[in-house]
């Protein structure tokens, strides 16, 4: 199983990234997956997650800014994040989960991580 982010960076505040899991290894389409991401300091935090199914499910912080497509036909997880604030600067990594269904904290495999660093 491997699962390897792509797309962090520098933005400014009121921007927008998007981040990328290109994940193999495993049947992605049948899996929930989820993005989380921790800061210096700070706990880890659960960003979005997503069913098998399409159902999402989005960190207080994040809802109506983030989103969480997935393309199973490309074995890929996107994290769309508008209007960033400098508070969203943290590691971003992805995350298997262990069914179909989004269960937060319920993980087997993640991804080394992407950095994204929010600053004017």
């Known amino acids: 199983v491997q699962l390897v982010e792509s797309g962090g960076g520098l933005a400014q505040p009121g921007g927008s990234l998007r981040l990328s899991c290109a994940a193999s290894?495993?049947?992605?389409?049948?899996?929930?997956m989820s993005w989380a991401r921790q800061a210096p300091g700070k706990e880890r935090e659960v960003v979005a997650g997503?069913?098998?199914?399409?159902?999402?499910y989005y960190g207080d912080s994040m809802e109506g800014r983030f989103t969480i497509p997935r393309h199973n036909h490309k074995n890929t997880l996107y994290l769309q994040m508008n209007s960033l604030k400098p508070e969203d600067t943290a590691l971003y990594y992805c995350e298997k989960g262990r069914s179909s269904r989004y269960v937060a904290d319920d993980n087997d495999q993640w991804g080394q991580g992407t950095q994204v660093t929010v600053s004017s």
């Open positions: 997503i069913s098998s199914g399409g159902i999402k």
């Open positions: 290894g495993f049947s992605f389409s049948i899996y929930a």
